[in-house]
């Protein structure tokens, strides 16, 4: 939603526009607000204009005021690079179209322990750019669940096969925000359903594999790291200031260094999307259920990562009828569908029979909108025995992390 203008007609009869004050409700940093040199700041408020060019950060009086280059922009955010001054504390201000807003101090801290950079800023608006739309082909369809929240169903050949594809697609900004919570190392763990209820969620999927990857929630250890494959650990979707990152790491251990900058970090694997192209992987690295097609989870980013995708494929679902058939995904394949759906970086997450995706208000009893592959010991039953699951009882399993998106527009 852009900031509210009134149009003033002159005694010329010209119209011009009278922008609203803007106005700095709180300055947020990796510090617990505090300032550090040459580090990212958050102003968050009211009537920043989303062109970047038009908001200022000044300081100093009058004609003598000078200005701070911002560095992103929308109508509720500015970030600028604290400069380096000297100073133990900076009295600013925004400038938004010539108008001022109060003024705010930033409380100026020493450069803590050196550690790894933090996710670049933005630098302008890129839109979310899909090149696959599953809600025009046959057997798609979209609802929406918030203001810049949608939910895309599709059951229907993609790749020559049959699949069942349910994702998320929703935006960032003052109404809607993204979170992780893990609960797997606790007596009584939730399902999945429970956690987005706990948390009052409006949709989100399981995430990292609680067994082998590190999590980070809320700047406290959850998880730690795993070991493995590289290409089982070499991503992590990450939380920092209000903004969104997938970075590349070289397994779960470098995530964890990233705890002195970071407050929110979930790990996964493969790599899917990384800069707006697929990654590959050596034929004689690549382990079977890289290779092979399975039930999938996933997450992906647009390029300024303020849009969230997140997907779910079901799969062995070997029925003769249609309605109950899906195949799954290779990662190749997966891949694809992530950078497809606008995606500029993709994570595979934790798949198989923990592959779920819940909506508030929507799917069955428990909101599971897609349906899990589940095999033993649900149904006491050998492992490699696999059901269409029906019963609405055993339509949900326990996952140690959920991704989510929350909303204060519920529909």
């Known amino acids: 939603m852009l900031p509210a203008f009134i149009l003033v007609v002159n005694a010329c009869g010209k119209k011009t526009v009278n922008w609203p004050d803007p106005y700095i409700a709180e300055i947020s940093t990796d510090y617990e607000g ?48 604290a400069p380096d001054l000297g100073l133990n504390e900076l ?17 100026y801290i020493p450069d803590p322990e050196p550690g790894p950079e933090p996710p670049p800023v933005p630098t302008e608006f890129d839109p979310y750019k899909p090149s696959i739309d599953f809600a025009k082909m046959s057997g798609g369809s979209v609802t929406a669940l918030a203001d810049s929240v949608d939910w895309i169903h599709f059951h ?33 763990r939730l399902y999945v359903n429970e956690k987005a209820e706990y948390v009052d969620a409006i949709a989100g999927t399981n995430a990292s594999m609680a067994c082998c990857h590190y999590v ?39 995530a964890a260094r990233y705890s002195s900058v970071v407050t929110d970090i979930g790990c996964g694997g493969p790599l899917l999307v990384m800069d707006g192209v697929i990654k590959t ?17 996933a997450i992906g980013l647009s390029e300024d990562g303020k849009t969230v995708v997140q997907v779910t494929v079901d799969g062995r679902w070997t029925s003769s009828n249609t309605s109950q058939r899906a195949i799954g995904m290779t990662t190749p ?8 759906l606008g995606c500029y970086k993709a994570l595979n997450l934790d798949g198989g029979g923990g592959t779920q995706m819940w909506i508030y208000g929507k799917g069955d009893k428990h909101n599971m909108v897609n349906h899990p592959h589940n095999s033993w010991p649900v149904y006491g039953t050998e492992p490699e025995e696999y059901y269409w699951i029906k019963d609405n009882e055993v339509a949900r399993r326990t996952a140690g992390t959920l991704f989510y998106i929350t909303s204060d527009l519920k529909r």
């Open 34 to 81: 505090k300032v550090v040199a040459g580090k990212a700041v958050c102003f968050d408020g009211a009537n920043f204009s989303p062109v970047l060019e038009e908001n200022k950060i000044l300081y100093g009086v009058g004609l003598d005021a000078k200005s701070i280059e911002v560095t992103w922009a929308s109508e509720d955010r500015l970030v600028i690079m």
């Open 91 to 107: 009295k600013v201000r925004a400038s938004v179209r010539g108008k001022e807003s109060n003024e705010v101090v930033m409380e």
């Open 156 to 188: 229907g050949q993609w790749e020559g096969q049959w699949r069942n594809i349910d994702i998320i697609r929703a935006r960032m900004n003052a109404h809607n925000s993204f979170g992780i919570f893990f609960d797997y190392r606790t007596e009584g």
């Open 216 to 254: 980070r929630v809320n700047g406290e250890d959850k998880n730690g790291a795993g070991t493995g494959d590289y290409f089982v650990h070499n991503g992590a979707m990450i939380k920092y200031s209000g903004l969104l990152d997938i970075r590349e790491i070289a397994g779960d251990a470098q």
């Open 281 to 297: 992987y050596p034929e004689e690295t690549s382990a079977d259920f890289l290779k092979n097609v399975h039930p999938r989870t």
């Open 333 to 340: 394949q997966l891949s694809k569908l992530m950078q497809g």
